[in-house]
Each structure stands twice: as C-alpha cells, then as structure tokens.
C-alpha cells in the first residue's frame, strides 16, 4: 500500500517562506512524476508544479520565479520551497504521484491529505 503524506504548512506572514515535503511509504518500486496542487475556498483544484523522473520541472505562472520543486528518490520524497508568499497563495496543497509499487509494478496515481498554507497581509 502506498501513501503520501504532505507536511510543512501553516501560517505566514506575506513575504515569508515555507517548505512544504511530501513523503511517500510502502513497497515502492519507481515514481515517475510528482506534482503538487493547490485548492483554495471555493476554486478548482489547480497543479502549481511538477517534477518529472529526469528532473525537468513544470511551474504555474503565478508561481514561477518564487517557487521550487524538487525531490530526494532515495528518501521517496519531494519538496515545495515558497518563497515570497502572498495571501492569493493560501490554499490547501496536495502532493500527488505517479507511483509503482512492488506488488504488481503498475503506475498509479495517489494523492496525499492535504496540507493548509495561509498566508496573511
């Protein structure tokens, strides 16, 4: 079985920084890519960024030059570093992965529990 599970929120001043991590557990074989999303009150859910298998990196507009995808596959885990955060980042972010566990080796999505960033004036 595997699961994803998100830590590093909370709250911060606007201007701030936070490191959000994403670790994931169980008899995992590979992960291919890992994105993370973000859902604020009453929007869609939105993909902020991702990191492929070969370490390319995807970002969103609003997001690019201030945030920072990466990823440790020793240690099953990928990080989000937000630097100068604004309250139009606050939202609850998620990690989601393309994961192969050892049990039949298939690609499958998961998603973490979510994480809460508020970021205040």
């Known amino acids: 079985q595997v699961q994803l599970v998100e830590s590093g929120g909370g709250l911060v001043q606007a201007g701030g920084s936070l490191r959000l991590s994403c670790a994931a557990s169980?008899?995992?074989?590979?992960?291919?890519?890992i994105n993370w999303y973000r859902q604020a009150p009453g929007q869609q859910r939105e993909l902020v960024a991702a990191?492929?298998?070969?370490?390319?990196?995807d970002y969103e507009d609003s997001v690019k030059g201030r945030f920072t995808i990466s990823r440790d596959n020793a240690k099953n885990t990928a990080y989000l570093q937000m630097n100068s955060l604004k309250p139009e980042d606050t939202a609850v972010y998620y990690c989601?992965?393309?994961?192969?566990?050892?049990?039949?080796?298939?690609?499958?999505?998961?998603w973490g529990q979510g994480t809460q960033v508020t970021v205040s004036l």
């Open positions: 989601n992965a393309d994961v192969s566990p050892y049990s039949d080796y298939r690609y499958r999505w998961y």
């Open positions: 169980g008899t995992i074989f590979s992960i291919n890519t």
């Open positions: 990191i492929h298998n070969d370490g390319s990196t």
